[in-house]
């Protein structure tokens, strides 16, 4: 493209890709695209709050309960009522719990610390570092 001399250029809009959700896949997709020169739009429903159920991998177990983070939706697995009464996280009335994470990190953040007790210290002993 061709401009003349003081002219500006013509404003770029639009993105090459937009990544939504913003957990382990998403996340790295997009700073990956990013890092390749595209436009890249990373989008997610979840709040950025840290709190020490966030942060503190001990709380693992309240961070999946957190009323901050948690987006509890109930589906419905079975047509068949009688099997759909017998799984073990029906709640009468509501149907079978499916919890999900409403903060950026999506899931994973609901798992994270569990990612942080297992795996970090094997990671770091790889890598020659005291951990």
């Known amino acids: 493209m061709t401009m003349e001399p003081g002219a500006a250029p013509a404003a770029e809009t639009g993105f090459d890709y937009v990544v939504i959700g913003a957990g382990a896949g998403g996340g790295p997709l997009a700073a990956n695209l990013a890092a390749a020169g595209m436009r890249t739009l990373l989008l ?9 159920n966030h942060l503190v991998p001990a709380f693992h177990a309240d961070a999946s309960g957190d009323p901050a983070q948690c987006w509890n939706y109930f589906v419905r697995h079975y047509a068949d009522e009688q099997r759909q009464r017998r799984d073990s996280k029906v709640v009468p009335g509501k149907g079978i719990l499916c919890p999900r994470a409403g903060t950026v990190g999506g899931c994973t953040a609901h798992h994270r610390a569990h990612h ?16």
């Open 44 to 52: 997610d429903a979840g709040d950025a709050e840290e709190n020490d």
């Open 116 to 131: 942080r007790v297992s795996v970090q210290p094997r990671l770091g002993r790889r890598r020659g570092q005291d951990r």
